[in-house]
């Protein structure tokens, strides 16, 4: 088992997240077959996908079936649509109802819908229990797990209610990338090309090299991959815990991904393949505003494609949307990061590791999503 350690500034609340990669199939009956207090309080939530999982079905059906003493299980639906406040709310009551104190903590065993809700769940329930994550796709391993982003979607727009609620452990075995279909792990992999494009050119040249190694989920690239990429998470979130500097950096291709997922509805692609997209179009808005050279653009998104990522200006879920284009830009302007209600702030790149914030007036955004 490797770890790293995740710590928190001193002004925070927190003290560090443990990171720790496990070797070989998981085994979450040995992970959690004993408490150091019995009188700990434990609810494990998952979702009904992940819950039929070979590595993770024997333990689900132990919880069901005789649960230890004070722990409890909550299966909810799976997927985005399903990244709501209710199913916030139904992890909390959960909790209520079996009588749950503040020593409780709350386990998250899925992928970043079931670790942000989660997260978020533990924040809000009588003021903050402790949070606990066994992430289960390559996204959650490299991105969604790590670093305390919790919450949920409002409406039709993404992760609108949350809190910074970081987990005191995060378990990950890279083997679970294994189970995921092909869309989901590519969706996954769109995060890592994402950091590693923010910091190491060399896991970006790993990757392109060894482009049949990754796509064949080989355990031993997925582990330089994952825990390169955890740990260059980690090492921003604690320089900037709360967002008020280079980890903004992490939202490169958000901006616009973001506004993808809204406009076509949440669901109907994949977050990777929005953050995917939405690098392709900061990279030709970068180019088109002088702000990188053609060379990397090309460079960029010719990466991009050779995984399978959509990068033309519109992508083909949104063909029979109607004013696509201006939907998306309106979609944008709601965007956290906004600081100004007359352009769209933006993370874009002069080069590889060499990233920046922008504001885009909207006529640069509209012209590099028509082309």
Known sequence: MKTTELFFPENSGFSKTDIRFFTGEPDLSALYADKADDSLCRLFV????????????????????????????????????????????????????????????????????????????????????????????????????????????????????GAFYPAG????????????????????????????FLFSREL??????????????????????????????????????????ERAFLNLGHTFGHALESVAGLGAVTHGEAVAWGMGRALDLSCSMDLCSSMFRDEGKELLASFGYDTSPLPAALHDVEDASRKLLEAMKKDKKNVSTSTVRVIMQHYYCDTFIAEAPDEAILAVLKG
């Not at 075995?173 to 590693?196: C, H, M, Y």
């Not at 790993?206 to 998470?233: P, W, Y």
């Open 46 to 161: 998952t979702d009904e996908t992940v819950a039929a999982l070979p590595a993770v079905a024997p333990f689900i059906e132990r919880l069901r079936s005789s649960p230890g003493e004070n722990d409890a299980l909550i299966v909810l639906g799976a997927g985005e649509s399903y990244k709501t406040i209710d199913s916030v709310l139904a992890i909390v009551k959960a909790a209520l109802e079996h009588n749950f104190t503040r020593s409780a903590v709350f386990i998250g065993i899925g992928g970043g819908v079931i670790t942000d809700m989660t997260g978020f769940a533990a924040s809000i329930f009588k003021r903050g229990v402790s949070a606990e994550f066994v992430p289960t796709t390559l996204l959650a391993d490299v991105d969604a797990a790590i670093g305390g982003k919790t919450g949920c979607d409002f409406e039709s727009y993404k992760n609108m209610i």
């Open 169 to 196: 452990h995060v378990n990950v075995w890279p083997s679970f990338a294994k189970s995921l279909s092909d869309r989901e792990f590519v969706s996954g992999l769109a995060e890592a090309i994402k950091t590693a």
């Open 204 to 245: 970006l040249d790993f990757m392109r090299q060894n482009r049949d190694a990754v796509m064949g989920r080989d355990v031993d690239a997925l582990f330089r991959i994952i825990s390169e990429c955890s740990s260059a998470k980690a090492e921003v979130v604690h320089r900037d815990f709360k967002e008020k500097g």
